[in-house]
T-cell receptor, first 115, second 115 residues
Framework: AQSVTQLGSHVSVSEGALVLLRCNYSSSVPPYLFWYVQYPNQGLQLLLKYTSAATLVKGINGFEAEFKKSETSFHLTKPSAHMSDAAEYFCAVSGGGNAGNMLTFGGGTRLMVKP | GAVVSQHPSWVICKSGTSVKIECRSLDFQATTMFWYRQFPKQSLMLMATSNEGSKATYEQGVEKDKFLINHASLTLSTLTVTSAHPEDSSFYIC???????????FGSGTRLTVV
């Protein structure tokens, strides 16, 4: 069984400020973890993924996330927010060891960026 | 990169009619596709997993006779909403697993409105 919890359904930051979106997971097997971004009325775009290699994962658009097994966390960060970062962000987990496993999504976090 | 094309992007239909949504993998073979439903301001809910050439596996609570999924080829999966009702109005998104690893690519979504 696997699940994802995203703390904070809404996060608001000022342009240029640090972005921190929280994600905690539970998984009975070593997890593969993902962050996706969704703009209104669009599908999901992959930001980054952790698949048991380096624990600090760098993604697109300046985002990165760190896998911390002891904390069962995979928080997403970006040093300096841009207006174009305003969107919905989803953390997802997939169970390792079974290539057919589907993704389980967290509830999502809406990021708002103030000028 | 792997691209999934989803059509239509939006559709309005009358109550009682059926609507077909198509997802095509453009530059890879998608042996497994996933269909999600997303309500406004909510996360993605997995409806079913389809494997090419076999029957789809539906999640608990999803009516298989209402949401018909066909995955007849390695590049095409379809979702047909039969006898649509206003409560079926939602955003539907397909996703394909890329290769045997943990890459997932998403369609751009279909906004269904039943009137």
């Amino acid at each position: 069984a696997q699940s994802v919890t995203q703390l904070g359904s809404h996060v608001s930051v000022s342009e240029g400020a640090l972005v921190l979106l929280r994600c905690n997971y539970s998984s009975s097997v070593p997890p593969y973890l993902f962050w996706y971004v969704q703009y209104p009325n669009q599908g999901l775009q992959l930001l980054l993924k952790y698949t048991s290699a380096a624990t600090l994962v760098k993604g697109i658009n300046g985002f990165e996330a760190e896998f911390k097994k002891s904390e069962t966390s995979f928080h997403l960060t970006k040093p300096s927010a841009h207006m174009s970062d305003a969107a919905e962000y989803f953390c997802a987990v997939s169970g390792g060891g079974n290539a057919g496993n589907m993704l389980t999504f967290g509830g999502g976090t809406r990021l708002m960026v103030k000028p | 990169g792997a691209v999934v094309s989803q059509h239509p992007s939006w559709v309005i239909c009358k109550s009682g009619t059926s609507v077909k949504i198509e997802c095509r993998s453009l530059d890879f073979q998608a042996t497994t596709m996933f269909w999600y439903r997303q309500f406004p301001k909510q996360s993605l809910m997995l409806m079913a997993t389809s494997n090419e050439g076999s029957k789809a596996t539906y999640e608990q609570g999803v009516e298989k006779d209402k949401f018909l999924i066909n995955h007849a080829s390695l590049t095409l999966s379809t979702l047909t909403v039969t006898s649509a009702h206003p409560e079926d109005s939602s955003f539907y998104i397909c996703s394909a697993r890329v290769g045997m690893g943990y890459g997932y690519t998403f369609g751009s979504g279909t906004r269904l409105t039943v009137v």
